[in-house]
């Protein structure tokens, strides 16, 4: 059974101010590995899931709970 992918579109319209800078880090549909910022605004795609946690966690200063793992597709839209 295939993950859902999950829709950026629908979280940043239920973001909050309280949720900047933060990301979401996951697998798009091919497994290529995403991270994506909570409002669309900053994002790529990474070899390993290591770089795209490293290159979040760079992004929000090592805030903690800034980064959010993703069981669910991601999808980076250009």
Same mark, same amino acid.
């Given at each position: 059974?295939? /993950?859902p +992918?999950?829709?950026?579109?629908?979280?940043?319209?239920?973001?909050?101010? +309280?949720?900047? !800078?933060? *990301?979401?880090? #996951?697998?798009d549909?091919? #497994? $290529?590995?995403?991270?994506? %910022?909570? $409002? &669309?605004?900053? #994002? &790529?795609l *990474?070899? /390993? @899931?290591?770089?795209a946690? !490293? *290159?979040a %966690?760079? %992004? +929000?200063? $090592? @805030?903690? !709970?800034?980064?959010?793992? /993703? &069981?669910?597709?991601? %999808?980076?839209?250009i």
């Amino acid at each position: 059974m295939m /993950s859902p +992918t999950l829709q950026i579109a629908a979280i940043h319209a239920d973001a909050s101010a +309280t949720d900047a !800078d933060r *990301f979401i880090v #996951g697998q798009d549909p091919e #497994g $290529h590995w995403v991270a994506i %910022e909570i $409002h &669309g605004r900053a #994002g &790529g795609l *990474f070899r /390993s @899931r290591k770089d795209a946690i !490293d *290159f979040a %966690e760079d %992004e +929000t200063d $090592h @805030r903690p !709970d800034a980064v959010l793992l /993703s &069981g669910a597709c991601i %999808e980076l839209r250009i």
